[in-house]
């Protein structure tokens, strides 16, 4: 099956940071998303991107499918952005089709 | 109220009981999917289902079994918990003729002692 990697495994980042997180996946893939898991559990889609470029206030990701990686940026970081970032990716077989997470990079995000 | 809806959020239980998960959802989705959470692994398939009819396992079956009784009802069973089953449950959904995002419950936390 596909392998996912996800760098960097912790972050620690003071409020106003930047940060960059990158997914490395194995094969060639028709689906990829970025989640956030908060602190109390839930997780939450940020991003639906097998490939290019997309924003959403201080969050894009950019996927180069050729090369096999998505970046997710974090701008101007908050403390709500505390919590585990997984990298999910999926390579449609023509029957079942289901994703594969990475094991997550957890940011703490500190005041 | 959400559109995945777990119950319960919380349990513990002991060794060699049935655990019964469920899983509902008003998002209008064919596709639900069990998945467990164990620190520091990410998140495993258990089992999926593409319509009422279609029940697959996932990558760690064993130990576990489920039921979709309704387009909107996909729940997972522990027919005799086990400690080391202990773990995070999330139910997620997604829509075939969409372009695969997966959409998650809020979690079932499950201690077994």
């Known amino acids: 099956g596909i392998q996912v990697e996800q760098s960097p495994p912790d972050l620690i980042l003071q409020e106003g940071a930047n940060s960059t997180l990158r997914c490395n996946f194995s094969?060639?893939?028709?689906?990829l998303q970025w989640f956030h898991q908060n602190p109390w559990g839930q997780l939450i889609n940020l991003f639906y991107?097998?490939?290019g470029t997309k924003q959403n206030g201080r969050l894009s990701a950019t996927t180069v499918a050729t090369e096999r990686y998505s970046l997710l940026y974090i701008s101007s970081s908050q403390t709500t952005d505390s919590g585990v970032y997984f990298c999910?990716?999926?390579?449609?077989?023509?029957?079942?089709?289901?994703?594969?997470f990475g094991t997550g990079t957890r940011l703490q995000v500190t005041l | 109220d959400a559109d995945v809806t777990q119950t319960p959020r919380n349990r513990i239980t002991k060794t060699g009981k049935r655990i019964m998960l469920e899983c509902s959802q008003t998002?209008?989705?064919?596709?639900m999917y069990w998945y467990r959470q164990d620190p520091g692994l990410g998140l495993r398939l258990i089992y999926y289902?593409?319509?009422?009819?279609?029940?697959n396992k996932g990558e760690i079956s064993d130990g576990y079994s489920v039921s979709r009784q309704a387009q909107a009802k996909f729940s997972l069973s522990l027919e005799s918990a086990i400690p080391n089953q202990t773990a995070l449950y999330f139910c997620?959904?997604?829509?075939?003729?969409?372009?695969?995002?997966?959409?998650f419950g809020e979690g079932s936390r499950l201690t077994v002692l």
């Open positions: 998002k209008g989705h064919d596709r």
């Open positions: 991107i097998p490939s």
């Open positions: 997620a959904t997604s829509d075939p003729g969409g372009p695969g995002e997966l959409f």
């Open positions: 094969d060639s893939v028709n689906n």
């Open positions: 289902s593409f319509d009422v009819k279609d029940i």
């Open positions: 999910a990716v999926e390579r449609f077989t023509g029957t079942a089709s289901k994703l594969t």
